[in-house]
């Protein structure tokens, strides 16, 4: 099955600087690719999801990048706040939002005001 | 985006008793919806699929008689944990695709204690 790996576990940033997450998953098949952002007591929010016939994708400060030879996708965040501070998921599946999702372990931002 | 609730938020039972614990999408249809246990400080781990007018679909290791999942219509799925213990305190969250964007979205979740 498909095992999605998320790195680094943790990250810190000073408010303003970019953050970069980055992911790696095994299955060649997957095709769809979202990014969660999860506050403490809260369900996941979707913040931005990427298909495999595209390479990159940027809503304001936020933008996936998708790289299908090496098996790799990427979350970009620009001028961080504070309020960015959260854990973040990345996810793969094969077919789409039907299909049940394969998390990656997360990782917490922290934005240093 | 589409909304996806559930109910209740927060749940405290005793040992021993079953807990029910609805998922509704509010304003979309969704014949699938996916049913995931959280621990703290963890992710979130894929638990079954409830699938409208059929029978759920275990992950495995999952035990289907302790966690009943019913897909009563195309706006609600609900997980009822029999005879809780302990171990199963645990943060539950259900999601639900949404077919106009291909997207899937998440409920709020309900935290469960079990004294």
């Known amino acids: 099955g498909e095992n999605v790996e998320q790195h680094p576990s943790t990250l810190s940033v000073q408010e303003g600087d970019s953050a970069v997450i980055k992911c790696t998953y095994s299955?060649?098949?997957?095709?769809?690719f979202p990014w969660y952002k999860q506050e403490l007591g809260k369900g996941p929010q979707l913040i931005i999801d990427i298909r495999s016939n595209v390479g990159e994708k940027k809503d304001q400060r936020i933008a996936v990048t998708l790289n299908k030879t090496a098996k790799h996708f990427s979350l970009h965040i620009t001028e961080t706040q504070p309020e960015d501070s959260a854990v973040y998921f990345c996810?793969?599946?094969?077919?789409?939002?039907?299909?049940?999702?394969?998390f990656g372990k997360g990782i917490t931002l922290s934005v240093r005001p | 985006g589409a909304v996806v609730s559930q109910h209740p938020s927060r749940v405290i039972c005793k040992s021993g008793t079953s807990v029910k614990i609805e998922c509704r999408s509010l304003d979309f249809q969704a014949t699938t919806m996916f049913w995931y246990r959280q621990f703290p400080k963890k992710s979130l781990m894929l638990m079954a699929t409830?699938?409208?007018?059929?029978?759920?679909?275990?992950e495995q290791g999952v035990e289907k008689d302790k966690f009943l999942i019913n897909h009563a219509s195309l706006t609600l799925s609900t997980l009822t944990v029999t005879s809780a213990h302990p171990e199963d305190s645990s943060f539950y969250i259900c999601?639900?695709?949404?077919?106009?964007?291909?997207?899937?979205?998440f409920g709020p979740g309900t935290r469960l204690t079990v004294l």
């Open positions: 409830s699938n409208e007018g059929s029978k759920a679909t275990y």
């Open positions: 999601s639900a695709p949404w077919s106009v964007l291909d997207t899937q979205y």
């Open positions: 299955d060649s098949a997957s095709n769809y």
């Open positions: 996810a793969a599946s094969r077919t789409g939002a039907n299909s049940k999702l394969t």
